[in-house]
């Protein structure tokens, strides 16, 4: 379903989302088998730097709107957020797990 689709189809929770805030979490719904592609795809879709893209979605993910626009998503993205926040932690004090 295209982000005009899904937006026509949701709540008014969700049709605050702008559009490139659609685009970018229909873009993460997708998989990528090398790091490099996506971030060319970033590049050429959103016309930023990686850094800039995953900045904006870590901002993105936080908001009720984006979870109206797609739930489950969005709570793997927060997960995996998590997961990789645990693991920088626990290298820094030199632990496992």
Known sequence: ????AQSRAATDVV???SERDGEILSFERQW???AGA???????????SATRYYQLLNALIDRPEAQAFDPML???L???RSSRQRARSARRLGTTG
């Not at 379903?1 to 005009?4: I, Q, R, S, V």
Request: net charge positive; no cysteine; proline share 0%.
């Open 1 to 4: 379903m295209t982000f005009a």
């Open 15 to 17: 049709e605050e989302l």
């Open 32 to 34: 990528w088998k090398y």
């Open 38 to 48: 996506k971030e060319q795809a970033i590049r050429e879709l959103f016309s930023m």
């Open 74 to 76: 969005v709570k793997r």
């Open 78 to 80: 927060r997960r995996m």
